[in-house]
């Protein structure tokens, strides 16, 4: 009872209905499906390289998912809908691997689905990060700060002869932009911004010191 006294102290929930509730979910799983087709689609030859780059990497969906959850009527209610994005994307885009391409890995699936049964758990702590106080902002600091570290990391993306290596600053233009995203729609209150940037900055560089996205997803992901 305390913990949740707390936890209202950050962010309080919502008044919803049933049927709210229900077409928010219906509404994320679809937007799941569509991303997660959208995604496979992009990753074939003769698609722009730009559109393959960002929906091959971690930073479009964990923004994805920072707005899904926090734009949410509750912490449980966010941490179910992310549950049905992130399952509805997984299940649509390992379809068409199969059924299209002929291609199957387990230790991808296995990876990512493990992924997605721990993504409410994310969820319903990210939920607060529109709240008020330190540990809001402290909160939406870890998005933003993966987002800073995936989008640094970038410089390594391509060899100078590679092709498409022009592409790099614009990736991290495309990076900068949801970063910013962040920081301006999701507080309440636009001066705790001011807050959450350093923290995110403080935070990434100790990510990329210590290479922590290299070795959690290394090998799964297009960066690292």
């Known amino acids: 009872m305390e913990l949740l006294n707390e936890l209202n102290k950050i962010r309080t929930e919502k008044h919803s209905t049933n049927s709210q509730r229900a077409y928010s979910l219906v ?24 559109f393959d780059d960002i929906g091959g990497r971690l930073g479009i969906w964990i923004f994805t998912a920072v707005l ?9 209610l966010a941490a179910v809908k992310i549950f049905f994005f992130f399952s509805s994307l997984l299940i649509v885009y390992y379809v068409y691997t199969v059924f299209f391409l002929h291609f199957f890995s387990v230790k991808e699936t296995v990876f990512w689905g493990i992924c997605a049964v721990l993504s409410p758990i994310c969820a319903y702590v990210m939920w607060y990060a529109r709240g008020n106080g330190y ?46 995203t962040l920081l301006l729609v999701v507080p309440e ?19 990329i010191y210590l290479n922590i996205l290299g070795k959690v997803f290394g090998g799964l992901n297009g960066v690292l």
Request: proline share 6%; hydrophobic share 55%; aromatic share 10%.
């Open 27 to 50: 509404c994320a799983a679809v937007l799941g499906g569509i991303l997660g087709l959208a995604a496979k689609l992009v990753d074939t030859q003769g698609i722009n390289p730009l």
């Open 135 to 180: 540990a809001a902002s402290i909160i939406l600091s870890l998005p933003a700060a993966v987002l800073v570290s995936e989008g640094y990391e970038l410089r390594n993306a391509y060899l100078p002869e590679h092709e498409h290596y022009y592409l790099v600053p614009i990736l991290m233009g495309i990076y900068f932009i949801m970063v910013l």
């Open 189 to 207: 209150k636009k001066i705790k911004s001011l807050i959450v940037f350093p923290i995110a900055i403080l935070l990434s560089c100790i990510m």
């Open 68 to 76: 899904v959850s926090v734009f949410s009527y509750s912490p449980k």
